[in-house]
């Protein structure tokens, strides 16, 4: 069992930055991906972004890429997505993620989840 809790969430103007936060406990990361998907109001939710726990490659949405980083700690246990350059579009839940042993980008794959966190980017 891996529990998730997403903190960081808050309400930003259009070119701000938020900082999201997912400590991880139940488990030891390792050959594991941490992800963040986010979901808006009548929409799918879809990939943000992910890290490889043991090599810490990154992957990213088009969307993105190139405004959101996202890094981990292994001491702590804990994985960030720095948002700079929010756009209204950014609004949404935002929830971490984690897929245990494998490399993914697909949400299906993924079999724990945080409770989410609200990101609301004001235009």
């Known amino acids: 069992q891996v529990q998730l809790v997403e903190s960081g969430g808050g309400l930003v103007q259009t070119g701000g930055s938020l900082r999201l936060s997912c400590a991880a406990s139940g488990r030891t990361l390792s050959r594991d991906t941490m992800g963040w998907f986010r979901q808006s109001p009548g929409k799918e939710r879809e990939f943000v972004g992910a890290?490889?726990?043991?090599?810490?490659?990154?992957f990213y949405a088009g969307s993105v890429k190139g405004r959101f980083t996202i890094s981990r700690d292994n001491a702590k246990n804990t994985v960030y997505l720095q948002m700079n350059g929010l756009k209204p579009e950014d609004t949404g839940v935002y929830y971490c993620a984690c897929a245990v042993g494998r490399v993914s980008t697909v949400a299906a794959t993924y079999g724990y989840w945080g409770q989410g966190t609200q990101v609301t980017v004001s235009s």
């Open positions: 890290i490889v726990w043991s090599d810490s490659r990154a």
